[in-house]
């Protein structure tokens, strides 16, 4: 009886260890690569695809050309560190306590940072036998617990926060950042967790990015090289700004084109080592911008283009962002109008690398498949445009409700709005005719969706208090 049952016990065992076997039999070369190419403050009308007049962006014009130009991509927050948490978790940043109403986003002085609890997209991947690197800015956390190595990276190259940070040079970020040297401001430059350049030498950032993620991309020529994501966050076109000596006066846009220009020279290398390394028809690559543009650095800040305001509001030229997928003989080339947001590369990626979502926590994204493969509509119906803890308006369809409405900067007030200011964005993307009045429907539609949202979302700490 004893013999029979250790027999039993043995051919589970062996059952068992069959179907793991077989689980991580999925054929490594069905995996895609991710390549993620993060812009720091980026407009949704910078890029000559996008309606720019004066900034030249051939290679990105190429790219959009080659795979799909998104009108309606929408990022989690409209400042710089609960937008990089929602994209990297697939969560709104309310979640995971990286969002706050008593600092927009963290800084040198900081404790905190995003929760070990939370997993990133890198995590997620990492599991799935995936290669992982992120290259650039971090603003999720510098201290060791928080940053790219300790959440999923394999490694990790930039600067921790914002270029702005550590400023020791005399006099307000106004007028120094007009003519910025690298010494101004004394940001660290790491790798993995140690600190390998301070101040870094911000001239030649976007250039030294560019060639960090052409080595990892080169890395994994080889056949059996392990599938990977590359998160590339660009520091530019974040105030100061810096670009290489060659692009200098090369924009007609003057110094902030220069800096797009040196990006979209960027892209043009990354995809060029995707295309000569045999790796383009193996690569999703998606191109976007944590935040809309910081307008009030004149004409060092970007352009949102037709889109009302910029970073820091939740208008939509504050959370809009001109994106780009490719994905070379896989995607449905064209221009995709339905919405999507960063906050749909986590599932999206998932289910593209065959593996399962968490089943632990809420997400607020959807596999945006069917559109990239034009076999279907984006699953993205609604997008809840947060400023801080509270959700300042919601779109619908077609319909945005703004509740609440405060100047991106500066004093000014919250305004409280009932009924909430409503525009319909097909009709009217630059959000200038309020039609609330005639549509109480619509506004009970989204009050319902808004309230349903809220109920949802359960209380954490607040990181950026910390
Ligand atoms: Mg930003």
């Avoid at 050309?65 to 709104?92: D, H, I, M």
């Avoid at 221009?335 to 968490?358: C, K, N, Q, R, Y």
Wanted: with cysteine; net charge positive.
């Amino acid at each position: 009886m004893a013999g029979m049952k250790k027999l039993l016990l043995l051919g589970l065992a062996v059952l068992s260890s069959g179907t793991a076997a077989l689980e991580g039999a999925r054929d490594k070369s069905d995996s895609p690569n991710f390549v993620v190419i993060f812009c720091d403050d980026l407009g949704y009308g910078d890029l000559g695809c996008f309606g720019h007049p004066t900034i030249k962006t051939p290679q990105l014009d190429r790219m959009a050309r080659e795979g799909q130009k998104w009108t309606n991509f929408y990022v989690a927050a409209s400042v710089c560190t609960p937008s990089r948490a929602g994209l990297l978790t697939g969560r709104l940043p309310i979640r995971s306590g990286m969002c706050s109403d008593m600092r927009r986003v963290l800084f040198p002085d900081s404790k905190g940072g995003l929760p070990k609890s939370e997993i990133t997209i890198a995590r997620a991947l990492k599991k799935a036998g995936y290669d992982t690197a992120a290259v650039g800015k971090w603003h999720l956390g510098h201290l060791p617990p928080y940053l790219p190595t300790s959440h999923g990276f394999d490694t990790y190259f930039g600067i921790p926060y914002s270029n702005d940070m550590d400023k020791v040079a005399e006099g307000p970020n106004r007028e120094i950042a007009f003519d910025p040297k690298s010494e101004y401001w004394d940001v660290p430059l790491m790798r993995d967790k140690a600190i390998v350049e301070r101040p870094a030498k911000q001239e030649t950032i976007t250039k030294r990015y560019t060639e960090e993620a052409e080595k990892f991309i080169a890395a994994h020529r080889r056949k059996d090289a392990a599938p990977f994501f590359l998160y590339l966050a660009h520091s530019m076109p974040h105030i100061p700004l810096f670009r290489s000596k060659r692009f200098v006066g090369k924009s007609a846009r003057g110094y902030y084109g220069d800096v797009i220009q040196e990006i979209d020279w960027s892209v043009g290398r990354l995809l060029r080592a995707l295309r000569e390394g045999g790796l383009a028809e193996k690569t999703l690559v998606v191109f976007t911008s944590d935040n809309g543009p910081w307008l009030i650095y004149d004409t060092h800040g970007g352009s949102a283009g037709l889109l009302r305001e910029g970073k820091g509001s939740t208008w939509e030229g504050g959370m809009r962002e001109p994106t780009v997928f490719w994905w070379p003989g896989k995607l449905k080339k064209g221009v995709v109008t339905g919405m999507g947001s960063t906050l749909d590369l986590f599932p999206t990626f998932l289910a593209l690398a065959g593996a399962e979502m968490p089943g632990d926590r809420t997400y607020d994204g959807g596999d945006l498949s069917p559109a990239l493969f034009g076999t279907g509509a984006s699953p993205r119906r609604e997008m809840f445009f947060y400023r801080g803890q509270r959700v300042y308006a919601a779109r619908v369809g077609e319909y945005k409700a703004h509740f609440i409405t405060k100047p991106a900067y500066g004093k000014g007030q919250i305004v409280e709005h009932d009924p909430p200011v409503l525009y319909h964005l097909g009709e009217d993307p630059s959000e200038k005719y309020d039609i609330a009045e005639k549509n109480p429907e619509v506004i009970e539609t989204i009050r319902k969706i808004v309230a349903r949202h809220e109920a949802g979302v359960e209380p954490v700490e607040d990181q950026l208090a910390r």
